[in-house]
Nanobody, 120 residues
């Protein structure tokens, strides 16, 4: 069973930057998407950004131009660089791996979550 370990959360002032990382305990199947989700108090969990095994990226409109997702397949790691942070970015951030071995063989793995707090 794949385990995901996150790091990099913390407290930062508005306008500042923070970087998150997530490392999988073992190699992921070749067809996969790695991404970051977040959930603020009283709000629905939402996709922040994701990246395919071939490097295609997808961002929520609210973070475009400010956040950058990247991955290092050799290290089984996905990163999220967050710049120009806003108080609205405050949330628990979760790493996700969506693995596809077939139409009936899809699995999701989740990290433990890391708190990101942006002060005004």
């Amino acid at each position: 069973q794949v385990q995901l370990v996150e790091s990099g959360g913390g407290l930062v002032q508005a306008g500042g930057s923070l970087g998150l990382s997530c490392t999988a305990s073992e190699k992921i199947f070749s067809i996969n998407i790695m991404g970051w989700y977040r959930q603020a108090i009283g709000k629905q969990r939402e996709l922040v950004a994701d990246i395919t095994s071939s490097g295609s990226t997808n961002y929520a409109d609210s973070v475009k131009g400010r956040f950058t997702i990247s991955r290092d397949n050799a290290k089984n790691t996905v990163y999220l660089q967050m710049n120009s942070l806003k108080p609205e970015d405050t949330a628990v951030y979760y790493c996700n791996v969506h693995e596809v071995r077939g139409i009936a063989h899809i699995k999701d793995y989740w990290g433990q979550g890391t708190q990101v707090t942006v002060s005004s």
